[in-house]
């Protein structure tokens, strides 16, 4: 069993960042690909960006790329995704997912373990 604990949303003004935070305990992350999705109020939850447990490989959602950056540091058993130049349409509560193995995928289906989400806001 994989428990995350998402942190480090707020509310943000329009071109500003943030960095999330989403920290694994239960068992070390060498061995998951790491995923961050968000959900927007009345929407389906969406695909963000993902990595591979190395961190070698990554996706990114086309509406975040060259603005989000996934990242997962092994030895503190944490992922994080930095968000720059956020956007009012970025509003939404995002969650952290684990799946087992290291390939990476940009939907949720093969995700196993999520976190309760971390809501991020952007004003304009």
């Known amino acids: 069993q994989v428990q995350l604990v998402e942190s480090g949303g707020g509310l943000v003004q329009a071109g500003g960042s943030l960095r999330l935070s989403c920290t694994a305990s239960g068992r070390t992350l060498t061995m998951y690909a790491m995923g961050w999705f968000r959900q927007a109020p009345g929407k389906e939850r969406e695909f963000v960006a993902a990595?591979?447990?190395?961190?070698?490989?990554?996706y990114y959602a086309d509406s975040v790329k060259g603005r989000f950056t996934i990242s997962i540091d092994n030895a503190k058993n944490m992922v994080y995704l930095q968000m720059g130049s956020l956007k009012p349409e970025d509003t939404a509560l995002y969650y952290c997912?684990?799946?087992?193995?290291?390939?990476?995928?940009?939907?949720?289906?093969?995700?196993?373990?999520w976190g309760q989400g971390t809501q991020v806001t952007v004003s304009s």
């Open positions: 990595t591979s447990n190395s961190g070698t490989t990554t």
């Open positions: 997912a684990a799946k087992y193995g290291s390939r990476p995928y940009p939907s949720e289906g093969p995700y196993n373990y």
